[in-house]
T-cell receptor, first 111, second 114 residues
């Protein structure tokens, strides 16, 4: 059973607007969350992370929000740029070494 | 700096054949991982290693074996390939636990089992 879910397979946004990618999880033991970005024919690259002791983490145009009570995670990209077009994966882990990945959301930023 | 290199990039096998996928990293990372990515499933952890000579099972280990004889290399073996193992395989490494330092991924190996 999928413990980390990204229910939107795709998202299209106009350049300059905000992109919001969502992620839900079921395991209340998860205490660390990451977002990865993946271009075609390449491996995922780390984007941003957040620990469960925080509810927000910001890095430039990227902000991750965590709502523990709702078991929900979101990535905001402001402003969106055409180079942001990629597949975005969220991942979560409980104490230990294993990460669980979502199925990914394909973001297209329209110039 | 090559980072994480996976060999080969593409391979087609017949059912029952065996093969080994090689992952090499030049960053002196302790932790190494093998994932598979299937449509609609995201990335799933097959096996991982927390140091030279160590291996551990991940979420979907059946049908695969791994070895970490050298710190820089992590090998994934398929002893008797099955069509269900058709997938894109990613290797990753990290200097410390991924909750401290993020994983670096290779570009993947696309494997088809006929």
């Amino acid at each position: 059973d999928q413990q980390v879910k990204q229910n939107s397979p795709s998202l299209s946004v106009q350049e300059g607007r905000i992109s919001i990618l969502n992620c839900d999880y079921t395991n209340s033991m998860f205490d660390y969350f990451l977002w990865y970005k993946k271009y075609p024919a390449e491996g995922p690259t780390f984007l941003i992370s957040i620990s469960s002791i925080k509810d927000k983490n910001e890095d430039g145009r990227f902000t991750v929000f965590l709502n523990k009570s709702a078991k929900h995670l979101s990535l905001h990209i402001v402003p969106s740029q055409p180079g942001d077009s990629a597949v975005y994966f969220c991942a979560a882990s409980a104490p230990g070494n294993q990460f669980y990945f979502g199925t990914g959301t394909s973001l297209t930023v329209i110039p | 700096n090559a980072g994480v290199t996976q060999t080969p990039k593409f391979r087609v096998l017949k059912t029952g054949q065996s093969m080994t996928l090689l992952c090499a990293q030049d960053m002196n990372h302790e932790y190494m991982y093998w994932y598979r990515q299937d449509p609609g499933m995201g990335l799933r952890l097959i096996h991982y290693s927390v140091g030279e000579g160590t291996t551990a099972k991940g979420e979907v280990p059946d049908g695969y074996n791994v070895s970490r004889l050298k710190k820089q290399n992590f090998l994934l073996g398929l002893e008797s390939a099955a069509p269900s193992q058709t997938s894109v395989y990613f290797c990753a490494s990290s200097f410390d636990r991924p909750t401290i330092l993020p994983q670096h991924f290779g570009d993947g190996t696309r494997l088809s089992i006929l």
